[in-house]
C-alpha cells in the first residue's frame, strides 16, 4: 500500500496527535495508534463500512457491544472532542454517488453540520476560538481542483470554516497522484489535502 507509514519512516516523526481523513485500512490506523502512543482522531471515508452502533434495542445483554472501527482511535464522525490541547471537530463521508455507507447529500450534509454548530457554539472559547481543527473526508465545496460530482466537496463545510474559523482544516477523498496540491486558505483557514500523508506544524 503506497499510502502506508511504515517502519523506519514511523520512527523519524514525533507528531502530537494523529488525525485520520478516512478511507484508511483499519489495521493501519491501529498499527499507528500502537506504534506512535498518540492520540489517533478520525473519521471515516466513503470506502469505509458503516460504524453506526449496532442496535440492540431487543437483544439486551450485559456485555457492552464492540466499539466498530479501529481499536484504539476515537472516531470523531459528527462530533467534537478535545484532544492533545486541540478541539477538535470531524464530519466523515463523501457526497452520495452510490448505494452505501458514509455518502450524503449536500441537504443532508448540511444538516450534520448544524448539529456539529450547535455543539460547537455550547462550547466557551478558548484563546478566542471555539474550534481548533476540523477533521473531514471530502474537501469543502470549490476547495479542491476536483470539479467532478463526488469530489466537488460539500457547501456546509465552507459555511462551518467561514462562521469558526479553525487554524486547520484537513480533507482526504481527493487523490493527488504524485502531484503536490498546495494548501488553500479559507479567511485564515489552512485547508490541506493529507492524501496520502502530511506532517502538519500547528
Ligand atoms: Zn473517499
Not at 492520540?39 to 470506502?47: D, E
Not at 476547495?143 to 463545510?157: L, S
Not at 465552507?158 to 482544516?169: G, V, Y
Amino acid at each position: 500500500m503506497e499510502e502506508a507509514f511504515y517502519g523506519e519512516k514511523l520512527a523519524t516523526v514525533r507528531p502530537d496527535i494523529v488525525l485520520g481523513c478516512g478511507d484508511l485500512p483499519f489495521d493501519y490506523l491501529e498499527y499507528l495508534v500502537s506504534m506512535l502512543d498518540v492520540p489517533l482522531v478520525y473519521v471515516p471515508g466513503n470506502h469505509d463500512p458503516s460504524l453506526k452502533l449496532p442496535d440492540t434495542t431487543w437483544t439486551p445483554s450485559r456485555h457492552e457491544p464492540p466499539v466498530p472501527g479501529p481499536q484504539g482511535c476515537v472516531n470523531i464522525d459528527g462530533r467534537v472532542t478535545e484532544a492533545s490541547g486541540l478541539r477538535i471537530a470531524g464530519l466523515g463521508g463523501s457526497l452520495r454517488y452510490k448505494e452505501g455507507p458514509n455518502q450524503y447529500t449536500q441537504g443532508e450534509m448540511g444538516r450534520r453540520v448544524l448539529r456539529l454548530e450547535v455543539a460547537l457554539r455550547l462550547k466557551r472559547a478558548r484563546g478566542g476560538r471555539k474550534l481548533d481543527v476540523l477533521v473531514t473526508h471530502s474537501p469543502p465545496f470549490g476547495a479542491a481542483e476536483a470539479q467532478d460530482a463526488a469530489h466537488i466537496g460539500f457547501v456546509g463545510f465552507l459555511r462551518l470554516i467561514r462562521a469558526f474559523k479553525p487554524a486547520l482544516a484537513v480533507h482526504g477523498h481527493v487523490h493527488p497522484y504524485g502531484r503536490v496540491i498546495p494548501e488553500r486558505l479559507i479567511g485564515t483557514t489552512r485547508v490541506v489535502n493529507v492524501v496520502p500523508w502530511s506532517l502538519i506544524d500547528l
